[in-house]
């Protein structure tokens, strides 16, 4: 395997910009903040920057209906919102399958150990794009058709762990009966979009591959790396998956004006470094990163600096396993912790 590290970028993901004179907060100066904090972490020496292409309508279409990828299509060189929150721009559509096509050539360089670990700095984002709609700034699920891209490559098993402070919708949905996808979600609760109980753990063959972690508002990095320990990393150990997909989002940071987190960049780099250790082979073990939101753009640049730098061995002062989880926090993880044991059939 080459020890470099594979960095999705290209300059189209710009050119997706909200129509009007209001700033809209998924816009493109996230991208370079994004881009900052990669290469604050990384050496310029040991980066692969990948040149994405486009996804094909048959790899969309793993994941999307066909019937939605040809309604998007025509929204090209055009400017309008889909609904309340979700704009397009002219470059919009190109951007976005641009952004999936770069999801699916960073996982070609991970199972083709062309790289240690792949970087996906896209835009828009994908988590709440739904089979058939998109929703919440997204048009279409890059991490998803990432997935079913692996899937189709041999991949056995493909585990999605999704740390946006909002849930990923789309993503739960496309894969809610497929044993073959794990997906994790931590996410505030409430908040947009109202999904992601305790209770949504999969349907017919897919039980028990949906694993929901609802947290308080408020919550921070004791009870985010805690959720990791005691949930995430022991279900991810149990499915032995052979690639995990990470929805990257940042607005779970303190300073993030869409939700109500308390998450440091500490916090994301415990993380990481906590979901690479529950990986057979580390970052070998095969691992992609996929930017979905964060909106203060410092925080976004020193999460996913931080968070690099976690993947890239990076030593922190401070253990996260000193750090009390309050009792509101400690609830929501028994809780999820209980939900999980009925599942799996332990304890």
């Known amino acids: ?42 050496p310029e020496e040991r980066v692969r920057m990948l040149s994405p292409r486009d996804a094909s309508d ?72 739904r089979p058939g709609t998109a929703m919440g700034f997204c048009l279409l699920n890059n ?3 990432a997935a079913a ?13 999704d740390w946006d402070v909002h849930h990923g919708n789309g993503t739960q949905e496309m894969f809610y009966a497929d044993p073959s996808v794990l997906y994790v979600s931590l996410h505030q609760w409430p908040l947009y979009p109202g999904t992601g109980t305790r209770g949504e753990v999969g349907e017919g063959d897919g039980v028990g591959a949906t694993l929901n972690i609802p947290l308080s508002p408020g ?19 149990d499915f032995a998956p052979d690639l995990l997909l990470v929805s990257a989002g940042f607005d779970a940071h303190e300073r993030d004006p869409l939700a109500a987190m308390r998450l440091t960049a500490w916090g994301y780099s415990q993380m990481a470094r906590r979901l690479v250790a529950a990986m057979p082979g580390g970052t070998a073990g095969k691992l992609g990163i996929v930017l979905e939101g964060g909106y203060d753009l410092t925080a976004l640049r020193d999460s996913l600096g931080a968070t690099v730098a976690a993947l890239e061995g990076a030593e922190t002062d401070e253990e996260a396993g000193t750090l009390p989880v309050d009792a509101r926090h400690e609830a929501d993880l028994r809780l999820a912790e209980q939900a999980r044991t009925r599942r799996s059939g332990t304890g």
Not at 150 to 159: E, Y
Request: proline share 7%.
């Open 1 to 42: 395997m080459e020890n470099t590290i594979a960095v999705v970028w290209d300059p189209l993901f710009v050119e997706h910009q909200a129509p009007g004179p209001v700033q809209h907060p998924e816009r493109p100066e996230r991208l370079e903040a994004a881009r900052r904090g990669v290469f604050s972490a990384l």
């Open 58 to 129: 048959d790899e969309l279409s793993r994941v999307h209906e066909p019937r939605y990828v040809e309604e998007l299509s025509r929204i090209a060189g055009r400017r309008g919102y889909l609904d309340a929150d979700t704009y397009y721009s002219p470059a919009s559509y190109a951007a976005a399958v641009r952004a999936a096509g770069g999801c699916i050539e960073m996982v070609d360089a991970a199972l083709d150990g062309k790289a240690a670990y792949g970087v996906a700095l896209v835009r828009p984002p994908g988590h709440h794009a």
């Open 143 to 145: 991490i998803a058709v």
């Open 149 to 161: 891209h692996a899937r189709a490559r041999g991949c056995a098993r493909v585990a999605i762990v």
């Open 219 to 237: 919550a921070g990095d004791a009870a985010y790396v805690a959720a990791v320990d005691r949930i995430v990393a022991p279900a991810l150990a």
